[in-house]
């Protein structure tokens, strides 16, 4: 029997059926369900849950106590803070069936999401987007948006490096920690190269 090129707690459930990328470590009393993939070089801390058909890229990093349901798919670099949680279904009964219902939500590459935010189902959150902790998410979040609050509201962009940007009369901004420039042009942030 070969090894896995992963790390698992003994303590963790590996179903069969799912795919985990080399390097990647997986805590205390996860679960990971048959047809989920989870890039090389993740993080998933104690109590994880991973559903069938969550695709997590490479890199992504989930604290503690974080359920990613079926429809939830993440690019490389996300964070998925402590406690946050991803919904699936708009209008769940348990008296009613509605697997067939379940909506797709996609968090683009290097985007955050704070402790105890909740993200409801169908919404996608831009790159390197920031979502505050507390947050309830009710709609598209923009690439490098700032969001906070109950619902959840924009007050500001942040860098790629997770620095609040400031821009200037001219629509420019300097990321304070790495030097890297951004321009604001019609409601969008764009790194200058």
Not at 139 to 145: E, I, N, S
Not at 156 to 172: I, K, P, T, V
Request: net charge neutral; aromatic share 8%.
């Amino acid at each position: 029997m070969v090894a896995p090129l992963y790390y698992a707690h003994p303590t963790a459930v590996i179903d069969e059926g799912c795919e985990i990328g080399e390097g990647t470590r997986i805590w205390h009393f996860c679960h990971i369900m048959p047809g989920a993939r989870i890039g090389r070089n993740c993080i998933l801390g104690q109590n994880v849950f991973v559903g069938s058909g969550v695709v997590l890229g490479n890199n992504v990093k989930v604290q503690n106590n974080v359920s990613i349901y079926t429809g939830v798919e993440c690019a490389d670099d996300v964070f998925l803070g402590p406690s946050m949680v991803f919904t699936n279904v708009l209008n769940p009964r348990s008296a009613v069936e509605r697997k067939n219902e379940f909506r797709r939500t996609r968090v683009g590459r290097g985007a955050s999401i704070g402790a105890n935010a909740t993200i409801i189902c169908g919404h996608d959150i831009g790159e390197y987007a920031f979502i505050g902790a507390g947050a309830v998410v009710t709609k598209d979040v923009l690439p490098y948006a700032l969001v906070v609050g109950n619902p959840a509201r924009q007050i500001g962009w942040m860098s790629e490096y997770g620095e609040r940007l400031h821009f200037d009369a001219n629509g420019l901004a300097i990321c304070p920690s790495s030097g890297e420039r951004y321009v604001l042009e019609n409601g969008m942030v764009h790194k200058i190269s």
